[in-house]
């Protein structure tokens, strides 16, 4: 599902709502998310799951057309955890 398509679904399930207002409503709510991310602090949706970050330390690399060693330098990478509702909805038989 993609954003607009987020959009488009929460608008027929509301129609006292206006899409522009959806559309700046879903904005804020992923914006806040990467504001909280790209600060360090972690975001827990109850029952869907926690976004975080995660520190990769500097490493060295092989690239694997040439073979030859590279540097990669240290990062921060998002990482998701799912919640236990969402898990058990997807492993339902």
């Known amino acids: 599902m993609t954003k607009s398509q987020l959009i488009q679904r929460i608008s027929e399930l509301n129609p006292h709502l206006f899409q522009r207002d959806v559309e700046r409503i879903v904005s804020t709510i992923f914006g806040d998310i990467s504001s909280a991310l790209a600060n360090g602090r972690r975001v827990e949706?109850?029952?869907?799951?926690?976004?975080?970050?995660?520190?990769?330390?500097?490493?060295?690399?092989?690239?694997?057309?040439?073979?030859?060693?590279?540097?990669?330098?240290k990062k921060a990478v998002p990482f998701f955890k799912t919640g236990k509702k969402l898990r058990e909805m997807l492993n339902r038989p």
């Open 45 to 73: 949706l109850r029952g869907f799951g926690a976004f975080s970050v995660k520190h990769r330390d500097a490493r060295i690399g092989r690239n694997p057309r040439t073979g030859k060693t590279v540097n990669v330098a």
